[in-house]
């Protein structure tokens, strides 16, 4: 793990900073190629790079790694329903964002050869600033894919626990909004990623997009222990040698341990990514656990951290507790956690 942090992004960058960072292609990390993004193969190992990349990122501002993962898993998912859901998304602009609302809580009814959609979706990322949303809808007793434009739903910003504030997470709604049927899509029973760009061992996209929101949660981890440690260093700096030696060795100890708990959280997220989907999730649930752990053993840490924004070490010690209630709500139905 790095001594410092990496330099280029503001940890308390707004949603509009953020968003601007994700229309650039270097962030395009899992946007088919073709479409202007990054992503050629669709394989394992790209996946596992992902992870990397979010941990990275989420390990300077938790909310840009949560909001890199949220569009770019979705765009993983628009890209494995073919050339027809990509075009509507990418064909007029390479750079439009799309996120994704999980849960089957909307109705499709047939209108004329078109549909009406009607339905809410509760913390769905980047919703505040996403162009298109990809929300999962029935249609009678089939589950259904649907791609609307934002300016067709209503969005609102929920008010909720602290944390992943610039994440851009809102509730959506739709109310008997027309939709084309071009833009309806089924739902693969396997959750299948496979298309002509798919490599092999290509990620399902409920693994890929568990592994995206746990390398979100570990990567803010890391954040703190890198506050953390940054503190203490200062600390020793000002105290001239006199800080006591037990609280030293103490403290010693707990950093050396939330740092091989972290790193062994991260090594978990890779390999999740080239296995099925029970031992995926299984995998994940453990790693946000291991890393939330190591979180709340910083900030408790001889009391020293306050619970406000103006503490590194708190501010994404509460992106840490936002992401990992939210990782656990998404895989825990996958795998006993």
Known sequence: MAE???????????????????REPSYRLLQPARHGGRAISRSASEAADFVTAVAALAERDGSLGWLTAAVNTAAYLVGGLGD???????????AAL??????????????????????????????????????????KDSARYVLIPRDAVQVDRQAGPRGLDSAGIAAVTASDALVDAKAVFPVPADNSCHTADSGDGCPGYEVLAGAGQAA???????????????QVRQRLATSY??????????????????????????????????????AAAAAQ??????ARNAADQLLSSGNRHALDAADPVARQWFDVLAGYRLTIRRVEHLAVC
């Open 285 to 290: 649930c453990q790693a946000v656990t291991r």
């Open 216 to 230: 979100a949660v570990v990567g803010a981890a890391a954040g703190v222990w890198l506050a953390h440690v940054g």
């Open 98 to 139: 799309v996120t994704s609302a999980g849960g089957h809580t909307g109705t499709l009814t047939a209108d004329a050869g078109n549909f009406r959609l009607t339905g809410h979706w509760q913390d769905v990322t980047g919703a505040l600033s996403a162009d298109w949303l990809l929300v999962s809808a029935m249609e």
């Open 84 to 94: 027809s859901a990509s075009e509507q998304v990418w064909g007029a602009d390479a």
């Open 241 to 278: 040698g006199s800080e006591d030696t037990t609280e030293l060795t103490s403290s010693a100890v707990l950093v050396a341990r939330a740092e091989s708990d972290i790193d062994a959280a991260r090594l978990q997220l890779v390999r999740s990514v080239d296995v099925d989907t029970p």
């Open 4 to 22: 410092s942090p990496a330099p280029g992004v503001d940890p308390a960058a707004s949603i509009t900073e953020s968003v601007a960072l994700l």
